[in-house]
Structure formats: C-alpha cells, structure tokens
C-alpha cells in the first residue's frame, strides 16, 4: 500500500532537513539498540501476538503427531518473543537454539530463557545465519522482523528452509511499509527501498511449492509514548529512527514529531494510535506420517 500524499510530503520536508543534518544522524551502540528494542516491543501490542501466531503453528505440530519440538529462533534479540514462548509449551520443546549477531542481546536472551526454563536443553550462537552451522534440523522455525537487516534475503531464506525438518514449519514476521517504517526508511538510507511484505511475498513464492499461510496483525503504539521529555519517550524514538535522537537538530525533531501526530489515529476512546502492523507468514512442511 502506498503511502498518502500527504505523508510523502513530510517525509521529503524531513529528507531535506537530514540532509543540512547528515552529520547528526548516528547510530546507536549495541547495548543501546538492545534497551531502545525492549522499549519499542514493549510499547507495542505486536510482539505479544506475533507470539501468539508462532504457538499455534507450535501447537499444530504437536497436534500432527510430534513428541516433542526442537526449536529454531533466528534474530532472537534479548528473547523478549521466546522466555514466554518456551514457558507455554513447556515441555513439549525437546531443545531450543537462538541465534543473534548482537551479543548483548543474545546474553540477555540467554537469561531470559534460563529463567523461564531452566531445565531446557538451549543453545545460544552469537553470529548471523548465514554463518550458523548445524548437525540437526528443527520442527520450528521463526524470526520477526529480520529480513531488513540482511544483505541477502535469499540467502537467509534458504539457510532457514534447509534447516527445517519435512515436516517442521517456518514462521516469519515482516513489516509492510507502512507510516512507522517508511519514517525509518528516511534515516536508514542503506537499508533497501521495497523490501518489505510484498518483496517477501515474491520470495516466498518463487521455487513454488504450497502457499504459505499469513496472518494480518493490526498491532499498534500510543503517540503519547513517543515523548522525548521522559526516557522511555527517546527510546522509543531512538529505535523508530535507528539512531541516537540528542544530536539531531532541533528542525528534524519537529518534523519527526509532526509527521507521527499526522499518522495517529484517534480512537473511540480518545486515544491516538499509532499504526505497527504486521504479516505473519508460515511455511509448514509435509504431516507427521504423512
């Protein structure tokens, strides 16, 4: 879906101002990243759903005849999707590996899970897919959000189905370009411009094969978090925009401000919300027995 004119307008009006400010633009550090995440997902009422998405798909694999899962998560990040995940299925997980190239992230996903299960067989790889080596395959897949932040989509995607099992299922979260990230987009100028949920779509569909199930996620955030008066408020906006909100000018933070109170929306309760969709797709593999 294409943006409105209006909102292209305001994202040409901040280009120009990061433009004179290009200087100012920079990126946060690990550990800043993983806080200014946290925040972000804990804002969100996406994150809880996504999860919601990936037990199921879970839970369809018990349901189909598996014992027990060995489960694959890819980009975990500081485990915020998978300590809750692991403590509902319980023990119907046989094994856990998360992979993550931020090590900070991945220490605190390491915690995280060890609290929530303690007994479970875990595993914790600090480097990319690409580079993850395995004896084993998995009955569950998943990542959120992880394909803009890899070079080679198909590589990624690739390295993923080669590691499920026939009859493991792969679930992927993915971002339309809609208001949030398209406001991301103008302070990420490396990042590529259409890799988004229809880009995935054509990925996933290009070696044919069943037609993976999605799942439309209408998450959303209160404009009202998005304050740069309160720490919670730069964190949020330190992650929206991928980088470091106190160099920025006084002119970019106006018009960052504006263009996310004319994509709010108002609701029946007198709230502005902001928009944080999501699709979700899952690939399932052949039946048990079938």
Same mark, same amino acid.
């Not at 499920?164 to 990230?181: F, S």
């Given at each position: 879906? =294409?943006?409105?004119?209006?909102?292209?307008? *305001? *994202? !040409?009006?901040?280009?120009?101002?990061? +433009?004179?400010?290009?200087?100012?633009?920079?990126?946060?550090?690990?550990?800043?990243?993983?806080?200014?995440?946290?925040?972000?997902?804990?804002?969100?009422?996406?994150?809880?759903?996504?999860?919601?998405?990936?037990?199921?798909?879970?839970?369809?694999?018990?349901?189909? =005849?598996?014992?027990?899962?060995?489960?694959?998560?890819?980009?975990?990040?500081?485990?915020?999707?998978? %300590?809750?995940?692991? %403590?509902?299925? =319980?023990? $119907?997980?046989?094994?856990?590996?998360?992979?993550?190239?931020?090590?900070?992230?991945?220490?605190?996903?390491?915690?995280?899970?060890?609290?929530?299960?303690?007994?479970?067989?875990?595993?914790?790889?600090?480097? !990319?897919?690409?580079?993850?080596? !395995?004896?084993?395959?998995?009955?569950?897949?998943?990542?959120?959000?992880?394909?803009?932040?890899?070079?080679? &989509?198909?590589?990624?995607?690739?390295?993923?189905?080669?590691?499920?099992?026939?009859? =493991?299922?792969?679930?992927?979260?993915?971002? &339309?370009?809609?208001?949030?990230? %398209?406001?991301?987009?103008?302070?990420?100028?490396?990042? !590529?411009?259409?890799?988004?949920?229809?880009?995935?779509?054509?990925?996933?569909?290009?070696?044919?094969?069943?037609?993976?199930?999605?799942?439309?996620?209408?998450?959303?955030? &209160?404009?009202?978090?998005?304050?740069?008066?309160?720490?919670?408020?730069?964190?949020?906006?330190?992650?929206?925009?991928?980088? +470091?909100?106190?160099?920025?000018?006084?002119?970019?933070?106006?018009?960052?401000?504006?263009?996310?109170?004319?994509?709010?929306?108002?609701?029946?309760?007198? $709230?502005? *919300?902001?928009?944080? &969709?999501?699709?979700?797709?899952?690939?399932?593999?052949?039946?048990?027995?079938?």
């Amino acid at each position: 879906m =294409g943006l409105p004119s209006t909102a292209n307008t *305001l *994202l !040409s009006t901040l280009t120009d101002a990061l +433009q004179k400010d290009a200087c100012a633009v920079r990126s946060l550090e690990e550990a800043h990243y993983v806080d200014a995440h946290r925040a972000f997902e804990q804002a969100s009422t996406q994150q809880s759903q996504i999860r919601d998405v990936i037990e199921a798909e879970a839970q369809r694999l018990l349901q189909n =005849g598996n014992k027990g899962i060995d489960v694959l998560s890819v980009g975990c990040g500081c485990g915020m999707l998978d %300590a809750p995940l692991l %403590a509902h299925l =319980g023990d $119907h997980v046989n094994s856990f590996v998360g992979v993550d190239p931020n090590a900070v992230a991945l220490d605190q996903c390491r915690q995280a899970v060890g609290t929530a299960s303690a007994s479970l067989d875990c595993r914790f790889e600090c480097t !990319s897919l690409e580079d993850f080596e !395995s004896d084993r395959h998995y009955d569950l897949i998943y990542c959120s959000h992880v394909f803009y932040y890899v070079d080679a &989509p198909a590589v990624v995607l690739d390295a993923m189905r080669a590691l499920r099992r026939d009859t =493991g299922t792969l679930v992927i979260a993915h971002a &339309p370009k809609e208001r949030l990230n %398209a406001l991301a987009q103008a302070f990420w100028p490396g990042q !590529s411009e259409d890799f988004y949920v229809p880009a995935l779509r054509r990925l996933l569909s290009r070696n044919g094969g069943a037609a993976p199930v999605e799942r439309q996620i209408d998450a959303h955030i &209160p404009r009202a978090l998005f304050d740069d008066a309160t720490p919670q408020g730069t964190l949020l906006l330190e992650f929206l925009i991928q980088a +470091q909100w106190g160099p920025l000018s006084a002119e970019v933070k106006a018009h960052v401000a504006d263009y996310l109170d004319r994509s709010a929306r108002a609701t029946s309760a007198d $709230h502005n *919300l902001l928009p944080h &969709p999501v699709t979700t797709f899952a690939l399932r593999g052949v039946a048990a027995g079938g």
